[in-house]
């Protein structure tokens, strides 16, 4: 039937529509927020051309982040417009029947999940770390970026590599330090020894590190190895609290890179796995949410109006998010593998929208 496939690509044009107006919303409602809160930042080196860079930098991230909320929404939105002109039951007349229904708007919710997936991914990551780097740059002159997410700081006499730094779990929200390496420098600005530690924390005033090497040049491959060892800092703590990034923004590749030199060197891997198994689940996530929201506005469609309709659509798929994020805080706890607790909210909130299909 010639038909099906025309109502097929206008069903996935308005919600195409309606899914870009509501995340540039969203998106310029969030970025403006972040821009009054730079400029409050503002100082010589940092102006205001600094600060519409940098919070330009952050929006692939802020675009992961809102996503699935402009997905539901402006699904919902597309959906209810159709009912309320009444083109969901012409539809239904030419053969347009609820799966069809929902197979087109999961199509173009797996479409669009794919693509924010790689934005978060290849761009996301980088460009915010970048921004993040140029920024305290721009502040105080002190930093410099590696590869990956590692960084480059100077600190009086000492420059220091880090490989990676993250949010370490905690109430305190630390920040970790792993595969560190302190360059020490004589008065000439040369290199007189280093010292490469497997973890470190940083304190106002000071940096502690574990299982400290200790070398001089001039001594060959001897090492000092200490246990714990404490140097004098005269960094800001807030510095790093700035550049460190949560393991649910990295990308997969570097999210199993330091997942795997945890393991290997005995240290929890929790959040990393958990973060691993969010990431690869994201479209998937996004499509159960989608479905349950959908298959709720499509069973109460001939009862309540469009709006509440949509209400109770975004309500059910924001329960979703809400039972994700309890899942995640219960997972360190809950004995089970880490994958079938993350498959858990998607299963179930499936089974709903199957559910409700069925009335």
Not at 43 to 50: E, I, N, P, T
Not at 167 to 187: K, P, S, V
Not at 233 to 247: K, Q, V, Y
Request: glycine share 10%; net charge positive.
């Amino acid at each position: 039937m010639v038909m099906l496939p025309r109502l097929w690509r206008y069903l996935a044009r308005e919600q195409l529509r309606a899914v870009m107006a509501t995340l540039a919303v969203l998106l310029g409602l969030y970025l403006g927020i972040d821009l009054v809160g730079e400029v409050r930042d503002m100082r010589a080196g940092y102006g205001l051309l600094q600060v519409m860079m940098y919070v330009l930098a952050t929006a692939p991230a802020r675009i992961y982040d809102l996503f699935p909320f402009a997905l539901l929404i402006g699904s919902s939105l597309a959906l209810a417009r159709l009912a309320s002109g009444s083109e969901l039951v012409a539809m239904r007349a030419c053969g347009f029947h609820r799966s069809r229904l929902l197979r087109a708007l999961l199509s173009v919710a797996l479409l669009l999940g794919v693509v924010v997936m790689q934005v978060g991914e290849w761009l996301a990551p980088g460009l915010e770390l970048d921004a993040r780097i140029e920024r305290e740059r721009a502040l105080d002159n002190q930093l410099g970026r590696g590869s990956g997410q590692s960084l480059w700081v100077r600190d009086g006499q000492r420059i220091i590599h880090v490989a990676w730094l993250s949010w370490a779990q905690g109430l305190d929200e630390r920040i970790r330090f792993d595969d560190l390496t302190l360059y020490q420098l004589d008065g000439n600005g040369d290199i007189e020894g280093w010292i490469r530690a497997d973890s470190a924390e940083h304190w106002p005033g000071q940096w502690q590190l574990s299982q400290a090497r200790v070398r001089t040049i001039g001594t060959g491959d001897r090492a000092e190895v200490q246990s714990l060892m404490v140097l004098e800092s005269s960094l800001d703590p807030g510095l790093f609290r700035a550049l460190a990034t949560r393991p649910r923004l990295m990308s997969l590749r570097d999210i199993a890179r330091i997942r795997s030199w945890l393991a290997s060197n005995g240290q929890a891997t929790v959040e990393f796995d958990q973060a691993f198994w969010r990431r690869l689940l994201y479209p998937f996530n996004l499509l159960a949410m989608v479905f349950a929201g959908m298959a709720m506005m499509l069973a109460l469609s001939r009862s309540v109006p469009p709006g509440l309709g949509v209400f109770s659509g975004v309500a059910l798929g924001v329960g979703f998010l809400l039972v994700q994020r309890l899942v995640l805080g219960l997972a360190p706890i809950v004995p089970g593998p880490l994958f079938v607790l993350h498959l858990l909210p998607l299963v179930v909130f499936l089974l709903i929208g199957w559910l409700l299909l069925r009335r």
